[in-house]
């Protein structure tokens, strides 16, 4: 079992930077594929960034070369570097870690934590 806890969400100007933190317990993060997804009101939840047990990144087209995705495995900690932020970021964004163990998948989530992208 796993928990996530997510933090560094809050109220930012248009333009500013935000850093979110997803710290995991009862498991160590290495061998999970990690993931940020965000939901805002009335919308489903879409996939931001995902960052593999091999280090691999993907970003959503909206947010290349604005948001970084990292792992800290000593800390068992990922990160999503926000710069750049837009009123379209607003959202709730949640973590993910996910996984297939033997023949059975594994699949955490976060809380959330709120982003909010003033004009």
């Known amino acids: 079992q796993v928990q996530l806890v997510e933090s560094g969400g809050g109220l930012v100007q248009d333009g500013g930077s935000l850093t979110l933190s997803c710290a995991a317990s009862?498991?160590?993060?290495?061998?999970?594929?990690m993931a940020w997804y965000r939901q805002a009101p009335s919308q489903q939840r879409e996939l931001v960034a995902r960052?593999?047990?091999?280090?691999?990144?993907y970003y959503t087209d909206s947010v290349k070369g604005r948001f970084t995705v990292s792992r800290d495995i000593a800390k068992n900690t990922v990160y999503l570097q926000m710069n750049s932020l837009k009123p379209e970021d607003t959202a709730v964004y949640y973590c993910?870690?996910?996984?297939?163990?033997?023949?059975?998948?594994?699949?955490?989530w976060g809380q959330g934590t709120q982003v909010t992208v003033s004009s």
């Open positions: 009862g498991s160590s993060l290495e061998a999970y594929e």
């Open positions: 960052i593999s047990s091999g280090n691999s990144s």
């Open positions: 993910n870690a996910d996984r297939m163990y033997w023949n059975r998948r594994l699949d955490y």
